[in-house]
């Protein structure tokens, strides 16, 4: 079982930034893709940010132009820079992983906050 650990989150006043970290760990068959997903209370969780091997990255409207995701191959560790936060950035974030293009690892990790208030 592959094990996601976040790290990073916090409370920001608008406008300010934050990065998140995340590693992955344990019975890892490969990694294509990895990727930064959010879940504001009583909404579905959603893509936000996505890179693959290969660093081709794709983001959600929403959040271009502010957030920007990297990563450490070796380390199987993935980055968010989130920049110009909002109120509506304001949910946990996890991050998972691709094993082949379309096929994410089932299990999730607990996530970290992000708040952003005033």
């Known amino acids: 079982q592959v094990q996601f650990v976040e790290s990073g989150g916090g409370l920001v006043q608008p406008g300010g930034s934050l990065r998140l970290s995340c590693a992955a760990s344990?019975?890892?068959?490969?990694?294509?893709?990895m990727g930064w997903y959010r879940q504001a209370p009583g909404k579905q969780r959603e893509l936000v940010a996505h890179?693959?091997?290969?660093?081709?990255?794709n983001y959600a409207d929403s959040v271009k132009g502010r957030f920007t995701i990297s990563r450490d191959n070796a380390k199987n560790t993935v980055y968010l820079q989130m920049n110009s936060l909002k109120p509506e950035d304001t949910a946990v974030y996890y991050c998972?992983?691709?094993?082949?293009?379309?096929?994410?690892?089932?299990?999730w990790g607990q996530g970290t906050q992000v708040t952003v208030s005033s």
């Open positions: 998972n992983a691709d094993m082949a293009p379309g096929i994410r690892y089932p299990n």
């Open positions: 344990g019975s890892i068959f490969s990694i294509y893709a």
């Open positions: 890179i693959t091997r290969g660093a081709t990255t």
